[in-house]
């Protein structure tokens, strides 16, 4: 039972650890987000980047890492195990990359902002070039300001909620990847016929 119990502690801290990488990652990816979209010249580019290096890439690490956990418990876990620790590494993650991206935006609040500049007019290019009208212009217009003004209006409520809405998120892609990677161990294993009664003397072939 101790063993079983230091077996289950020690994935704990794996996952925490993978939490970790992934967090640290997904972090620095967001920043590269952030410097491609303030120079991009196309609302394509900004989409396209956005959409492979904040959802595609970790996704991916994701993946991979929890396939990494089952590993170290011989290849077999259930949908619980799965999904714990799935959610300790993603929880961890997120907790960080908020985290990090908040302050990065106190610190550093002329790179996000030249970034919704730039989307800003690269929007209004492409729905113009479309031949949207200026109702819909004006309204995605107004929705970027007001995730301008978003930048300079930081407080530890909006903090708490934003990780309170994203570990929420989490969870739920947690439960989708623990269904996916689930592993029961088999409980019967083959074992050859000459084999399946050990305790029996072996037959000598009949002439």
């Given at each position: 039972?101790?063993?079983?119990?230091?077996?289950?502690?020690?994935?704990?801290?794996?996952?925490?650890?993978?939490?970790?990488?992934?967090?640290?990652?997904?972090?620095?990816?967001?920043?590269?987000?952030?410097?491609?979209?303030?120079?991009?010249?196309?609302?394509?580019?900004?989409?396209?980047?956005?959409?492979?290096?904040?959802?595609?890439?970790?996704?991916?690490?994701?993946?991979?890492?929890?396939?990494?956990?089952?590993?170290?418990?011989?290849?077999?876990?259930?949908?619980?195990?799965?999904?714990?620790?799935?959610?300790?590494?993603?929880?961890?993650?997120?907790?960080?990359?908020?985290?990090?991206?908040?302050?990065?935006?106190?610190?550093?609040?002329?790179?996000?902002?030249?970034?919704?500049?730039?989307?800003?007019?690269?929007?209004i290019e492409s729905l113009e070039s479309?031949?949207?009208?200026?109702?819909?212009?004006?309204?995605?217009?107004?929705?970027?300001?007001?995730?301008?003004?978003?930048?300079?209006?930081?407080?530890?409520?909006?903090?708490?909620?934003?990780?309170?809405?994203?570990?929420?998120?989490?969870?739920?892609?947690?439960?989708?990847?623990?269904?996916?990677?689930k592993k029961e161990k088999p409980i019967?294993?083959?074992?050859?016929?000459?084999?399946?009664?050990?305790?029996?003397?072996?037959?000598?072939?009949?002439?």
């Amino acid at each position: 039972m101790d063993s079983i119990q230091v077996e289950s502690t020690d994935l704990k801290k794996q996952a925490a650890i993978y939490g970790v990488i992934l967090g640290v990652i997904s972090f620095v990816l967001a920043i590269i987000t952030l410097i491609i979209g303030a120079n991009a010249s196309g609302i394509m580019t900004v989409s396209f980047v956005s959409i492979l290096l904040v959802y595609v890439v970790p996704l991916v690490i994701t993946c991979l890492l929890a396939v990494r956990l089952r590993r170290m418990v011989g290849g077999y876990w259930d949908f619980r195990t799965a999904l714990s620790h799935i959610f300790i590494m993603l929880a961890v993650s997120v907790v960080l990359s908020t985290v990090g991206s908040k302050i990065v935006s106190r610190v550093m609040p002329s790179l996000e902002e030249r970034a919704i500049d730039n989307m800003m007019n690269n929007s209004i290019e492409s729905l113009e070039s479309m031949g949207f009208p200026d109702e819909q212009i004006d309204a995605t217009v107004e929705q970027l300001e007001l995730q301008k003004e978003g930048l300079y209006t930081f407080s530890f409520v909006n903090l708490v909620q934003a990780l309170a809405v994203s570990l929420i998120m989490y969870f739920i892609l947690a439960l989708i990847l623990a269904a996916i990677f689930k592993k029961e161990k088999p409980i019967f294993i083959d074992v050859p016929a000459d084999n399946a009664h050990p305790w029996q003397d072996p037959q000598e072939p009949k002439n």
